[in-house]
């Protein structure tokens, strides 16, 4: 064992970098914070367990900043191209030679800046919830489940060997589940966080033959290597995974696009998408935590991952860019005729991950061809910010009105001033309206997919007007429009705690866009340039403030102009309405075939066929045994005698054959 | 270290519960005796890596050797490798928790203790014999105890299920005398030695006659379909002792056997019907899974689940390479310490709620926090959540069973795969019905687990999570025994 713990420095840092404890530290203080409170929160801490977990992972995101800074200033640039540092590594469980699972951290552009987002707006979300969870029975228990996802999201982001990466994914998939059953006594929680499970399992599956086709073909695991073999032409790895086909499609085409389905089945793309909506069942800022700002994008993450070896397949990148822009146009339609705001926000953010997801297939390998790379992580940077953003905000008006739906809401701006003006600047965003995070980032996907195809350019302008159409008709439903009945007292805001992280995300949300992200993220590691094109905006925006408009003329103000637009599109309303009926297709297939054409026949067939075939054995020698030698029977002793009876004649006659 | 400690322990143990007078004496000899079996499997454990770490490379270590019986070259030949000391700790684990989980037995304690460890010990004994001859005789103490066990402290058709399992194991056992023997006098000389025989070359005809005899046989402990149907039946009617050692121990026995006996012994065999091998315990996985969806009782869901994981140990034996082979020690390792879980945590619940249908429940979350979340653990490892020893187990024997790359073996692999999704339903849907969801009134004022009842369960937790997030150590232990399992498959 001592030998297999022993760590492997790969690289020498700095002075003044003592890397190895810091990073170790950022994924095990939400652990620590998760035994911790898991094993004696009910009894010792049920009321100091939030500022408990909250320090933890303040002390966190304090050493995620300090690398992210480490990394981008000071080491992590070796001849102007930010390297892929692996500061440690060992051996988890050899599967055979060369082969294994390594549990490590790597540490490059993209890994650094999802520690940055994920323990960041996992802390905006614990200081959030120490206010909203105020209270709750389980209050303790709460906070260990966001202690336990937060490790096992930083684990993913961190991860340096494929296998490693599946190990925190599925980890991530179960925390996502305690967290959406979090109210256990609701049969709608129960089925969410059962049906998210299974929905991104099924997923899994894919992501897992993936990984054994990878390995297979890379003889490797460990995710340098295996990019490295895979992406030189000149490989006999690589060659093999070419030469290889079945059905006409190439080993490797066929290992990404596995992979790519585990990715889409947790960033919720079509068809996999279904668990999102119904996930809201969650507590709000978990919602804002991990269905919307963290675990949704570990499917870009992984596509982002394995990008080098994905632009080695342009069929590979298709599926991606196809299934993105799909997801992106259709969730965007369902979005715009939702009435729960968690649902409206569960669809955009689907859509919103259309649009990283096609970015990324749009993308090409390096300089000028990697901007959809690029753009893709800015996006999912920017999208973490607002998007938190607006789930939090929905969380404050839920807190205040204690309803979902919009029809119970409007007028809110009056009440809640802060929650008002903060979900506005996140609307804004999202809207790609200058000079908002969102609109730098929507104008290089755009651009990306300008450059290299125009179908999904046009598809994802629309989607962009749509964006910004059902973003802008939520916000005035719930802030304008008609007055809501506010009961007697009311709480108000919800203090500072709730205050603070939506002030904080608000600021990212109008600021972040500034950050000259080329200049840390490229599919080559060396500074992107991206230039900025103002005759390219003019269109988007100017798509963008239409939808502006046309929500603030039909919701700004109570009137019938929605329900007659709805009426004059009934057929088509209706369908997006009850999201294009992909609910009741899956319940068919599950119920109908899964359960009655497979489930029951192999119960039954069990039951009556290979157990009647057991009895009628036993039967039958019963009967004989009564017609031949008048035997009492039923006793198992003399079943015994009849087998040492059987045993000895054919003892007998081994020996005569073989004797 | 001497291995005659491990079966004079529990025979020692024994021998002191029937002296005892009274159920509390019982108990905690039992209980001491127990805790000792724990404290010596982990003495075995590592004064068996000192050895290996001191370069001790002999395939098996602590050898003993008496002749017993010359004349019929019986010889009571004891030896461990790293795969029987894997399946000595699992013993061990399962002994303690059985023992614990069984405090409040109030019918005949002394009588039911007594077969408990008379249990554990043909266990160790089997799992120690290099002499096929004493191998055998231990099997056969390991069987008898159950059929009591069941028969005297079961529930429900217990005679009927009593009888089926008896039947059933007995004709296993039966099928593997007749295999021994065949090997015996096929064999180019006479003699029960499992190493030696190892190093004979069995004639091919002999293997092929009689390495479908061992491995059915011993398959059907390990529920080879489909022979497999004493298994729910079996469960649901022992008393939760007895089905955690059915589960956590009897089914190893059988993977042990085919592993050790059949495989290591006839390897020529082994090669010649790894293919049906592939295509039952394939089979098994998936049937099993589906069965498990359509079942209500909680026994009869973990019997099921349990069908379809061994299934996973069948398939990495079949499959014929190094990793798969170590991955199904290790989820034979896996299994039995999460079934064994899984049983007691059923009968705890069933001791407070007297029923075992999942829909009859709901909400326990709430008055029993400590069982639902051992239930929620045990599910979560029956799933493959990584951390907990399922995925280590399941993945490994994935791996090994790729390295095989003709269609043949992926279609295989893939429908293995496709397990892990049907896994997650059935078990959502238990635990989603037992543990979630509003609570009745008729459970509103049940109490959590007692001390012994947590101490069984922290003791086995703390096994499947060892092995869970620290796979290692077992790796090392088991692979290398594999290695030369496979050595003789590959004819080096």
Redo the contacts between chains.
């Keep these: 064992m001592n030998d297999l713990l022993q760590i492997r420095v790969l690289q020498v840092l700095p002075l003044g970098w003592d890397l190895g404890w810091a990073l170790i530290l950022i994924p095990l203080l939400p652990l620590a914070g998760f035994l911790l409170l898991g094993l004696f929160g009910r009894k010792y801490l049920q009321r100091s367990s939030g500022i408990l977990a909250t320090l933890l992972l303040l002390s966190s995101t304090v050493l995620s900043l300090y690398t992210a800074y480490g990394y981008f200033f000071e080491f992590g640039k070796v001849d102007g191209i930010y390297q892929k540092i692996i500061p440690f590594q060992f051996t988890w469980l050899q599967f055979s030679p060369g082969v294994s699972i390594d549990m490590g951290v790597i540490l490059d552009p993209i890994s650094v800046m999802m520690l940055v987002v994920v323990s960041f707006i996992s802390l905006m979300v614990h200081l959030y919830s120490l206010a909203y969870m105020k209270g709750e029975e389980r209050f303790p228990t709460y906070f260990a489940f966001l202690g336990l996802f937060t490790f096992s999201m930083l684990g993913l982001v961190m991860s340096s060997n494929i296998f490693q990466m599946y190990f925190f994914w599925e980890l991530v998939g179960v925390s996502s589940f305690l967290l959406i059953g979090y109210y256990y006594d609701r049969p709608s929680a129960v089925a969410a966080c059962k049906k998210a499970f299974i929905v991104t399992r099924f997923a899994d599956l894919g992501f897992l033959i993936g990984i054994l086709v990878l390995a297979f073909y890379a003889g490797t695991l460990d995710f340098n290597t295996l990019i490295q073999r895979l992406t030189s032409t000149s490989a006999p790895e690589f060659q093999a995974a070419i030469a290889s086909s079945f059905l006409g499609v190439s080993a490797l085409t066929w290992a990404l696009v596995l992979v790519f389905i585990g990715g889409a089945g947790k960033s919720a793309m079509f068809p996999l998408h279904i668990w999102l909506p119904d996930a809201m069942e969650g507590p709000t800022p978990v919602s804002a935590l991990i269905h919307a700002a963290t675990m949704v994008v570990a499917g870009v993450f992984l596509v982002a991952r394995l990008f080098p070896v994905f632009s080695m397949s342009p069929p590979a990148l298709d599926v991606v860019a196809y299934t993105g822009i799909f997801s992106a146009l259709f969730a965007a339609l369902i979005a715009c005729t939702q009435t729960d705001i968690k649902r409206v926000l569960a669809y955009s953010t689907m859509s919103q991950i259309g649009f990283m997801m096609f970015a990324l297939g749009v993308s090409g390998w390096g300089g000028e061809n990697g901007l959809g790379f690029t753009a893709s992580m800015f996006h999912l940077f920017t999208h973490a910010m607002f998007k938190a953003l607006l789930f939090l905000g929905a969380g404050s008006v839920i807190h205040f009105i204690h309803s979902n739906e919009m029809k119970d809401m409007g007028g809110l701006r009056k009440y809640l001033p802060v929650t008002h003006i903060t979900f506005l600047i996140a609307c804004l965003a999202i809207s790609g309206v200058p000079p908002f995070a969102g609109f730098f980032s929507k104008e290089e996907i755009l651009l990306a997919a300008f450059n290299h195809n125009p179908a999904i350019y046009w598809t994802a302008l629309i989607t962009s007007g749509l964006t910004a159409f059902y973003m802008f008709r939520l916000y005035f439903s719930v802030f304008w429009n008609k007055e809501a009945t506010v009961h007697g007292e009311h709480h108000g805001e919800g203090g500072f705690a709730m205050m603070l992280p939506l002030v904080l995300l608000a600021a990212g949300a109008a600021f972040a866009g500034f950050i000259p992200f080329g200049n840390f993220v490229s599919t080559d590691g060396k500074p992107l340039e991206s230039a900025f094109h103002l005759q390219f905006s003019i269109a988007p925006v100017l798509l963008g403030l239409a939808g502006i408009f046309t929500a603030m003329w039909l919701y700004k103000k109570q009137n019938d102009r929605p329900a007659s637009i709805a009426a004059s599109l009934s057929g088509f309303y209706k369908a997006a309405y009850h999201k294009f009926y992909m609910d009741e297709l899956y319940l068919f297939i599950t119920k109908k075939i899964l359960f009655n054409l497979i489930g029951r026949p192999a119960a039954w067939f069990d039951k009556n066929v290979v157990d009647g075939m057991v009895i009628g054995a036993g039967n039958t020698t019963q009967a004989i045994s009564e017609k031949i030698k008048q035997f009492q029977s039923g006793k198992v002793q003399q079943y015994a005698i009849y087998f040492l009876a059987g045993v000895i004649g054919l003892a007998v006659l081994f020996i005569y054959i073989w004797k | 270290m001497n291995l005659i400690s491990l079966i004079g322990l529990p025979l020692l143990t024994a021998v002191a519960i029937l002296l005892m007078r009274n159920p509390q004496q019982v108990k905690w000899t039992a209980l001491i005796g127990a805790t000792l079996q724990f404290a010596l499997a982990f003495a075995l454990l590592f004064t068996f890596r000192n050895e290996r770490a001191a370069g001790n490379e002999a395939q098996m270590l602590f050898e003993l050797q008496y002749n017993w019986f010359p004349s019929l070259h019986i010889s009571f030949h004891l030896g461990v490798d790293g795969i029987s000391v894997a399946m000595i700790l699992l013993t061990a684990f399962v002994v303690i928790a059985g023992v614990l989980v069984s405090w409040n037995v109030t019918k005949m304690t002394k009588e039911f203790y007594f077969l408990l460890i008379l249990l554990s010990f043909g266990a160790y004994g089997f799992f120690i014999s290099l002499d096929l001859f004493i191998l055998f005789f231990f099997l056969e103490i390991a069987v008898i105890p159950k059929?009591l066990l069941i028969g005297i402290w079961g529930s429900g058709k217990k005679e009927n299920a009593a009888?089926?399992l008896?039947?059933?194991l007995?004709?296993g056992s039966?099928l593997v005398?007749?295999g021994l023997?065949?090997v015996y006098?096929?064999s180019p000389e006479r003699t029960f030695d499992l190493i030696s025989l190892s190093q004979l070359h069995i004639p091919i005809t002999?293997q092929k006659i009689c390495f479908p005899l061992l491995f059915v046989g011993f398959g059907v402990f390990t529920a080879l379909f489909?022979f497999?149907?004493?298994v729910?039946?079996g469960h649901s009617s022992a008393p939760t002792a007895g089905s955690m050692f059915l589960a956590g121990i009897s089914m190893k026995l059988g993977g042990y056997g085919c592993l050790r006996v059949a495989t290591y012994m006839m390897p020529d065999g082994a090669k010649e019907y790894a293919n049906i091998i592939i295509v039952l315990s394939t089979i098994a996985i998936l049937?099993g899974a589906?069965?498990t969806?359509?079942?209500k009782d909680l026994k009869y869901i973990n019997a099921?689940s349990s069908v379809s994981h061994c299934g996973f140990v069948l398939l990495g034996i079949g499959m014929l390479t190094?990793?798969a082979m170590t991955g199904a020690v290790m989820q034979m390792v896996s299994h039995g310490l999460m079934t064994a879980l899984f049983f007691a945590v059923i009968g705890m619940i069933y001791e407070r709620t007297h029923t075992r249908q999942v829909n009859e429940m709901g909400?326990l979350?709430?008055v029993m926090?400590f069982i639902t979340t051992v239930l929620f653990i045990v599910g979560?490892c029956s799933?493959?959540?990584?951390?907990l020893s399922g995925?280590?187990a399941e993945?490994?024997i994935?791996?090994?069973s790729?390295?095989q790359?003709d269609t043949f073996h992926r279609v295989a692999?893939?429908a293995a795969?496709?397990s892990?999704?049907v896994t997650?339903?059935y078990i959502?849907?238990a635990i989603?019905q037992t543990?979630?969801?509003?609570?009745k009134a008729e459970f509103s004022n049940l109490t959590d687990a007692a001390w012994n009842e947590k101490l069984a369960a922290v003791i086995l937790i703390a096994g499947i999570i060892a092995i869970g997030i620290?796979?290692?150590?077992l790796?090392?232990l088991v692979?290398p025994a594999a290695d030369i399992i496979m050595h003789k498959v590959a004819g080096k």
């Design positions: 059929y009888n089926k008896a039947l059933m007995m004709g039966a005398l007749v023997l065949g006098f096929g002999v489909p497999h149907t004493w729910p039946d049937y589906f069965a969806m359509m079942q099921y190094k990793t909400g979350l709430k926090p979560l799933l493959g959540l990584p951390g995925f280590v993945m490994t994935l791996m090994g790729w390295q790359p692999t893939i795969c496709m892990i999704v997650a339903v959502l849907r989603g543990a979630m969801g509003p609570i620290a796979p290692f150590w790796n090392d692979s």
